[in-house]
């Protein structure tokens, strides 16, 4: 076997995972579909969908007592009709407690809470949690990734872990990372 075979056989695994994450197979799956609140047009088109904002909901699967929020541009005319537009990495977010907090699991630093494909193929947009343990305070992050060239856009929310209701301890987040 010749050296360029073998540097070939041995690359063919990372091949195959970079193919995977670019289809959206690779990593943890969706933990729910988030919920539409409401849609806002921003840019009219003549006989094909506007372009929109639309802002939507999402619990943290891994911790009870947060919600997210975040509002992605969604493209109108033919090509958003179509399904083939590629969407804009311009992403906000906002994380709030809205219950007591409780952890269901352990959980590392940069975990994804929720994934979705941007793009037929090489776009998607994730939002990762963190622990800032000298703060107690949640983490969250989110960014649009691009496989080719990546994207420098993102938004952050923090979530301080108070107390809720009668208890008078709040949770520590550092007692739940891997």
Known sequence: ?????????R???????VLAGALGLAGPAR???PDLIFRKSTVWNFLTP???LATYGIDDP?????????TVPEKGGMKGMLGVAEEVSDISIACRQIGPISFRSKFGQGDVVYRESRSLIFKKMQIVRGCDTRRNVLVYLVYSDKLIDGSPKNSTSTVPIMPWGATNEAPKCADYLK
Not at 2 to 9: M, S
Not at 11 to 17: E, F, G, H, W
């Open 62 to 70: 891994v911790v009870a007592g947060v919600a997210c929020h975040y």
């Open 50 to 52: 506007d372009d929109k």
């Open 31 to 33: 933990a729910q579909e």
């Open 1 to 9: 076997m010749t050296r360029a075979v073998r540097a070939a056989l």
């Open 11 to 17: 690359s063919l695994p990372l091949a195959a995972l």
